[in-house]
């Protein structure tokens, strides 16, 4: 169409006279002028209004960015250089088509050629091409409209977004493709227009919707008048669709309403600009408003630490994750997170600082408090006293207790890299993985086993481990927990008490039988003195009867030593001889020494010192060393030497007891006293022995010290305080080991001499003997075997002593000796006779000579002439109105 009105005015112009060709080139010319004005102006009216729009939209993004783009500016003077060619290129055209048409304008008389002709018109029309396509090329939107609004011009973008084609555009109002959202447009331009006029200028974001479109747009618009002279001829808008912004900047909005952490902006100087709801309600304030009232240094509790966040935030990109601490309006404090970075201009000055606070106050009180159980589950188990083990499926340590270096010997990282069960005993093996499979096959939720397990110093350890599973949040079972307690101590004090109840139970065995012996030895003893010295006798019955008699004694000697180890007294410490107390042991221990062939070497020492103490005791741990060393002797060899010696050094007197037997391991030495600890098999000994007699040494104030010989064996030496100056008391011998003979009597046959004795026994032997044997020194006996009888006896006649057995018999049952006594003293009214007990049991020392209302005692088995002994120590200590009463 344009070709074809172009090639019209060429065939006019070739029709027009000179003259006429004249006026129409110069009005072409004064044409191309103005386009050419109208073409700069508005290249140059776009690029400002590029400036402008991209300014006002984007100043406030690249300000609140943490970084620095100084390329910016750089690309966009790189791109109006580049724009500035494009237009030299097309003022070149301009120029060119100017002279052209001014060479026509001076040269009348030479027309110019069609061919120039259409040069001229090609130049022109490549022009308004380059122009449109620059228009074209803005992704902005570009449009001209008249005052009326009717569409003048308008670029690709528009025609685009209408969906609709240039031609069916231009002259078309813009109503009919753009309104505004609200349904006022009209009314809006008509109360705006006056303003505009005046000022011939506008900026605003509008919000409008498409004819062809549901959802609304949003512009940033930049409108411009287009001046005719002094005259508004129309209007020039650039919009750029800032839609997907806004919904943004919608989304930001609500993200910044809604978030739970806090969110602020606030300035240099400490003033608050905006927070977020979370903020408000975090630090207790009631509006938004209240808090902006506020300082920043007022929300800290230390105004120190505030100012070094600031220097934080201004000295690093962005700092994240930093520990505050703040207060609240009601005066609490809160512990928050804060992540914070400084928005700074162009030369790097800040501009405002903005983050996000998280309320981590519960979460500190939730890890303290985990912390505390934490601390308290880690105490619980460090001072727990038994082992806890943790496997996971693999049969892998996950955890061990520091209990197991107390326990096993092994550290804790140790224990970690060892197998399952790898030091377990064998034969205990296969019971414990049997076990941690059922447990972890769900099959048993609780059970327990008792296994050896082997210490890291080599001996057996017992230790009772209890399974139970463990399992994960799901209830998934993944792994057993095994807590351990070492039960060595325990099993070897349950085989010791066992011991004890056996020992006590033939204790009480022996009891019995020495009682029993005890009367018969009594008998033996006596009869055997009353035919000895009886007159007519010959030499070699004499011997006989002297022979009988001294094992008479030597059985006695035995049953009370294992009445006193059976049954032993109550502890009387009192100055001791210490030859005594080894002799007395060696008794007891004389025929198991002879048994095993072993020879004891002692030495008495008849000048030491006495020491107190209780004979009972020390012969227990005198006993106790002389066994060990004879157990030590046969564990290498058949036959063995026991050394005893005493010595005296200062003020205490020293007991050694040396063996040539296995001796004794260095390594075992520290612990040599330690309850239950034994060198021995099992089955061997409890561990007792030695923690028992430290004890009884260390009570009487002495000590026990242990030494392995370099030739072998060992030596233990007993240490205990010696009483100088104080001589030592005889040990007890109711037997009269060697008893006093009639010779040896004092002269007080005339005190007994025809006293009375009342003899109350049930054995016929010992009621026979007394009778016979008292009789024959002058005293007048009766017998009876109950106490009905003896009170028939005392309804004839009154005594002098009364000899009662503690333990008496009648029909079958046991009579109390004591109750008989009572009842036969209370029946002899004022002439009460001197009652002495008799009994085969074991007597403590005090009840041989007791005074005042305690009755005496007389120990079984003894001679007659003990017993005379006896009757004249009662009537030497009885007042003298007393003693010659007959």
Not at 7 to 20: E, I, L, M, N, Y
Not at 780 to 806: G, I
Not at 815 to 830: N, P, Q, T, W, Y
Request: aromatic share 6%; charged share 25%.
């Amino acid at each position: 169409m344009q070709e074809e009105n172009q090639r019209a005015q060429q065939a006019d112009g070739r029709s027009t006279p000179p003259a006429d060709k004249q006026a129409v080139i110069s009005a072409r010319f004064e044409q191309f002028e103005k386009r050419q004005r109208e073409l700069w102006l508005m290249a140059i009216l776009v690029i400002f209004l590029l400036g402008v729009a991209y300014a006002w939209t984007s100043w406030d993004s690249i300000r609140s960015l943490a970084h620095h783009y100084e390329a910016l500016p750089i690309g966009f003077v790189v791109l109006i250089v580049l724009f500035g060619v494009y237009m030299w290129n097309k003022t070149q055209e301009i120029s060119e088509l100017r002279g052209l048409m001014r060479g026509m304008e001076h040269r009348d008389e030479n027309p110019p050629s069609e061919k120039q002709l259409d040069q001229l018109f090609e130049i022109i029309s490549r022009s308004q091409q380059g122009y449109r396509d620059l228009i074209d090329s803005f992704d902005d939107i570009l449009l001209a409209v008249s005052l009326d609004g009717q569409i003048r011009a308008v670029n690709r973008s528009f025609s685009d977004l209408v969906d609709t084609p240039f031609q069916q555009i231009i002259g078309r109002p813009l109503a009919d493709f753009v309104q505004e959202s609200s349904g006022d447009g009209a009314r809006l331009v008509e109360r705006a227009m006056p303003r505009f006029m005046e000022r011939r200028q506008w900026a605003s974001v509008i919000q409008v919707r498409l004819k062809n479109r549901s959802s609304p747009f949003f512009f940033d618009c930049v409108a411009h008048a287009m001046m005719r002279g002094d005259k508004v001829g129309g209007i020039t808008v650039l919009a750029r669709d800032v839609s997907a912004l806004r919904k943004n900047e919608a989304r930001f909005t609500e993200l910044f309403e809604s978030l739970q952490e806090g969110i602020y902006i606030t300035m240099p100087d400490g003033t608050i600009v905006d927070v977020n709801p979370a903020l408000v309600r975090m630090l207790g304030y009631d509006s938004k408003e209240e808090l902006l009232k506020r300082q920043v240094p007022e929300i800290f509790i230390d105004r120190a630490e505030r100012k070094i966040v600031k220097e934080e935030v201004e000295s690093q990109p962005k700092i994240q994750g930093r520990e505050i601490t703040l207060v609240r309006k009601d005066g609490t404090s809160i512990v928050c997170l804060n992540t914070a970075a400084a928005v700074r201009d162009n030369t790097g000055r800040v501009l405002r600082y903005q983050g996000a606070l998280m309320d981590i106050t519960e979460r500190r009180e939730m890890e303290r408090r985990l912390h505390q159980q934490q601390e308290f589950a880690r105490r619980l188990v460090d001072n727990f006293p038994d082992l806890i083990l943790v496997l996971d499926t693999n049969a892998h340590y996950t955890f061990v207790s520091p209990r197991c270096t107390e326990v096993l010997g092994y550290e804790v990282d140790e224990a970690h890299q060892m197998e399952f069960g790898g030091r377990t005993h064998a034969e205990d093996l296969p019971s414990m993985i049997s076990l941690y499979k059922d447990v972890i096959a769900g099959r048993q939720t609780f059970a327990s086993v008792e296994v050896r397990v082997r210490h890291k110093l080599g001996d057996w350890r017992r230790i009772r481990f209890n399974f139970s599973p463990l399992s994960d949040e799901n209830g998934n079972i993944e792994g057993v927990v095994l807590s351990g307690r070492d039960v060595t101590d325990l099993k070897r004090l349950e085989e010791q008490l066992i011991q004890a109840e056996k020992l006590a139970a033939m204790g009480q065995m022996l009891a019995g039988v020495a009682h029993e012996l005890n009367n018969p030895l009594t008998a033996i003893l006596g009869v055997t003195e009353l035919l000895r010295e009886r007159e007519g006798t010959d030499d070699s019955t004499k011997r006989q009867l002297e022979l009988t008699h001294r094992q008479a004694r030597r059985a006695a000697r035995i049953v009370q030593n294992l009445l006193e180890f059976s049954r032993p007294a109550s502890p009387q410490k009192k100055p001791l001889d210490v030859n005594s107390l080894v002799e007395r042991t060696l008794q007891l221990h004389e025929h198991s020494l002879r048994r095993n062939f072993v020879e004891v070497d002692f030495r008495p020492q008849p000048d030491l010192p006495a020491v107190v103490g209780d004979a009972n005791q020390l012969i227990q741990v005198l006993l106790n060393l002389v066994t060990n060393a004879e157990q030590a002797i046969r564990e290498v060899r058949d036959t063995g030497r026991i050394q005893i010696r005493l010595y005296r050094k200062e003020n205490q007197l020293t007991v050694t007891v040396q063996d040539d037997g296995v001796g004794i391991r260095p390594e075992a030495l520290p612990r040599i006293f330690d309850p239950f600890y034994t060198t021995k098999r099992p089955g061997g000994g409890t561990g007792l022995g030695l923690s028992i007699c430290m004890s009884i040494v260390r009570e009487h104030g002495g000590n026990i010290e242990a030494e392995s010989l370099p030739a072998g064996g060992s030596a233990f030496t007993i240490y205990l305080p010696c009483v100088p100056g104080q001589g030592p008391e005889p040990l007890r011998a109711p037997f009269g080991a060697e008893g006093a003979s009639p010779e040896s009597v004092p002269p007080m046959a005339d005190l007994l001499r025809g006293r009375a004795v009342l003899v109350l026994d049930d054995e016929e032997s010992l009621r026979m003997l007394l009778q016979e044997g008292l009789s024959a020194h002058g005293l007048r006996v009766d017998s009876a075997a109950t106490t009905e009888e003896a009170l028939a006896h005392l309804e004839r006649s009154s005594y002098d002593f009364l000899l009662c057995d503690l333990n008496l018999s009648s029909g079958g049952f046991a009579v109390d000796g004591r109750e008989a006594a009572s009842r036969i003293l209370k029946a002899a009214g004022s002439q009460k006779p001197a009652l002495i007990f008799m009994t085969g049991d074991l007597v403590e020392g005090s009840q041989e000579t007791a005074g005042g209302d305690e009755p005496l005692c007389l120990q079984k088995p003894f001679r007659v002439s003990d017993v005379l002994a006896f009757l004249r120590d009662v009537l030497s200590d009885a007042p003298a109105e007393t003693r010659n009463t007959r």
